[in-house]
């Protein structure tokens, strides 16, 4: 190969919708574009391909990325979401499906999962991610993998997966986006690493460098991440990707000390054009070693041929299913409802599955509103297949509940009163509320940071109005992120918590109002209840002085001129506590399970050798459900300290009820 065909294959050039500027395939041609981004018809995606396989003097077919982060066409909850269904099997199967769909357009290569711990809501891209757990996301990631590379790399329809961010992203300072990360090796080791090191136990075929600076030097130049650990340690064979312009963007984050930086530390770049300016003048310049070229453009080819592109460059999507299939809409739908956490239920006012109920007021800006369910990332999703709650709770009802449906607010971020009037007559002449709050998919997402994670715009006073309508009200929340949601609770009777559950948002939170299936999401991060207490996880260190009940006493009820000694001394907030809002894990459901028989064999640890958990979970209440059982552990004595607890497994179990659940079958 050429110098200028070894850089070829390290070049990923964006394309963009609709844009295939002329001089792309002279590049393609001349092998100086291995690999494209954003191109998803596959007309053009095949004719690309034919320059590469046929055209070009060595004839080495390219890498075809995309974004495929929660469903292509069948857009599915965001991965936030997917998390809350604590449901592995369920993820690969979504991933399966939206690598089938991907894959028909001619997309060879996905830029997920994403699987960066994250513990700050305030970080737009926690909506892309499975939470704050190292083990929740290591698990989910993996089945996310294995559903996107199928049974094999080489086989029709398996697409390479790629692990990003490595690493630390989610701890950009302050959860501003692209910020700086400052992370001890323990914790990096301990919390951050473990998805990653899962992904590539797991066969994971790519990784992408984060845009991070991590501890001084940007990821995407980072000698220890991307050698030490990446190759030396985890012997990973696929390559690394940069992240979007990440290579220069390490110009404005000057690291002085050449040592640590990496040359060629993504294998690959995205989209910024340093490699192709400025490759053959430091390789000559003999301050590059040649040798990481070879290896990395080995690496890059290597993923090619196991893909098997270079038997099958050209895409035929006759062989595929066919996208938004009836089955991949049911698919969509399961994972939605699992992905659905019910927060709160005051006197069991949910399910609505009453003969009682003769009408219903649907409110809110989030009721009926095709496009935003979706969520951050559906750029091939068509909002046109959308399912919303609203129509979902009409075809449910049926005639003989009367379905009033007012919006009152335009977005969730209106000011005005306008439509208030007529949704608390909405509400006063319905024998229910039901309001859909919370934000819309431009508020999470990259680069969508918030310092305040209140509900938007005036959605507070809309509940608080509607509430003085005097009728049970239940809340249904789409959102990116863990929303400070405390202030509603006393007007809500109950709270489900949806995220954006994607296209079938409608059938799911309809059959959890109803009573056709009853809630099994669990928090897969914690919801905190005030946004100065973030970053707040479950898997905290414990302090010296831990806060308890007892150490407490709300900045309220501290008498005036209270000695300094007047106080207990812990670690809490005088205004907000110590505790979350809610915790990781938790979730209510319709039924109530019972742990039994809890064995630990062997009764002690040994190093090295398993230790089986046993419990006896039985369903005590009426209806059927999925528990969500969960399995933590804390290490009592370390040589470093360990969190209060730990997550190490968890199994989503069926467990049937004794009678049958659902609004339609009551009422029938
Ligand atoms: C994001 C990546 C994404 C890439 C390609 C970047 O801005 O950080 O997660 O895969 O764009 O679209």
Request: proline content about 7%; glycine content about 10%.
């Amino acid at each position: 190969m050429t110098l200028a065909e070894k850089i070829g294959q390290l070049t990923l050039v964006n394309v963009g919708p609709g844009v295939l500027p002329g001089d792309l395939r002279a590049a393609v041609r001349a092998g100086k574009a291995g690999a494209v981004l954003d191109v998803v018809d596959v007309a053009t995606v095949n004719e690309l391909q034919r320059i590469a396989a046929h055209d070009s003097r060595l004839g080495i077919p390219l890498l075809v990325g995309r974004d495929v982060i929660h469903g292509f066409k069948t857009v599915l909850p965001i991965p936030l979401g997917q998390a809350a269904a604590w449901n592995p099997e369920l993820v690969q199967q979504g991933a399966r499906m939206a690598a089938l769909e991907a894959a028909a357009s001619g997309v060879n290569w996905t830029f997920a999962p994403m699987i960066d711990i994250a513990r700050d809501p305030r970080w737009g891209r926690i909506a892309e991610s499975f939470g704050e757990d190292p083990h929740l996301a290591a698990v989910l990631g993996v089945a996310a993998i294995r559903g996107f590379q199928g049974d094999g790399l080489s086989l029709p329809g398996a697409i390479a997966a790629c692990a990003k961010h490595f690493v630390g992203y989610g701890a950009s300072e302050g959860g501003r986006d692209y910020g700086y990360v400052g992370i001890p090796e323990v914790d990096l080791r301990n919390v951050y690493m473990p998805p990653f090191r899962a992904a590539a136990d797991a066969g994971v075929a790519t990784f992408m460098a984060a845009f991070s600076d991590v501890n001084g030097v940007p990821a995407s130049g980072n000698r220890f991440l991307t050698r030490t650990v990446l190759r030396d340690e985890w012997r990973f064979p696929g390559f690394v990707v940069s992240d979007w312009d990440s290579i220069v963007d390490m110009v404005p984050a000057p690291v002085a000390n050449d040592k640590a930086r990496s040359p060629l530390s993504p294998g690959m770049e995205m989209v910024s054009t340093t490699y192709r300016d400025h490759l053959p003048g430091l390789l000559a310049a003999k301050r590059v070693d040649p040798r990481l070229l070879d290896d990395a453009v080995r690496n890059v080819l290597r993923v090619k041929m196991q893909l098997g592109l270079f038997e099958r460059p050209v895409t035929d999507p006759a062989v595929y299913p066919g996208v938004a299939s009836a089955a991949n809409l049911a698919l969509a739908r399961e994972l939605a409802t699992q992905s659905l956490v019910l927060l709160q239920n005051r006197n069991g006012v949910l399910p609505l599955a009453s003969k009682r109920l003769h009408s219903l007021a649907v409110i809110g800006p989030l009721a009926d509103d095709a496009y935003e369910q979706l969520g951050t990332w559906a750029p091939d999703g068509d909002p046109a297949l959308s399912r919303t709650p609203l129509q979902a709770i009409r075809e449910t009802v049926g005639a003989r509940v009367t379905v009033q449906h007012v919006r009152a607010m335009s977005t969730t971020r209106t000011m005005t009163t306008a439509g208030f009037s007529e949704a608390v007559a909405a509400a006063s002449g319905s024998d229910a509320a039901v309001v859909f709050l919370g934000e819309e998919s431009i508020l999470s997402g990259e680069s969508r940071s918030r310092a305040s994670i209140d509900l938007p715009g005036n959605q507070m006073d809309l509940l608080r109005a509607v509430k003085r309508a005097g009728k049970p009200v239940i809340v249904v929340i789409l959102a990116g992120r863990p929303l400070t949601i405390e202030p509603i609770l006393a007007d809500a009777d109950a709270v489900l918590y949806a995220w954006h559950p994607g296209v079938m948002a409608g059938p799911a939170i309809a059959d959890i109002l109803f009573g056709v299936e009853s809630p099994s999401g669990k928090l897969p991060v914690t919801f905190p209840r005030v946004v100065g207490q973030v970053p707040l996880y479950y898997a905290h260190r414990n302090m010296g002085k831990p806060a308890s009940q007892a150490s407490f006493l709300h900045i309220d009820d501290i008498a005036a001129r209270t000695p300094q000694t007047g106080l207990k001394n812990a670690s809490q907030y005088l205004d907000a506590g110590y505790a979350p809002l809610y915790e990781f894990g938790y979730g209510l459901s319709y039924t109530s399970y019972a742990y039994s028989g809890i064995s630990v064999e062997p009764s002690r640890a040994r190093a090295g050798l398993p230790i089986t958990v046993r419990a006896v979970v039985k369903n005590v209440g009426q209806v059927a459900g999925d528990e969500v059982a969960q399995l933590y552990v804390r290490d009592l004595v370390g040589s470093v300290t360990r969190p209060v607890r730990e997550l190490k497994g968890f199994q989503r179990i069926h467990l049937a009820g004794r009678k049958p659940g659902g609004f339609v079958s009551i009422v029938d």
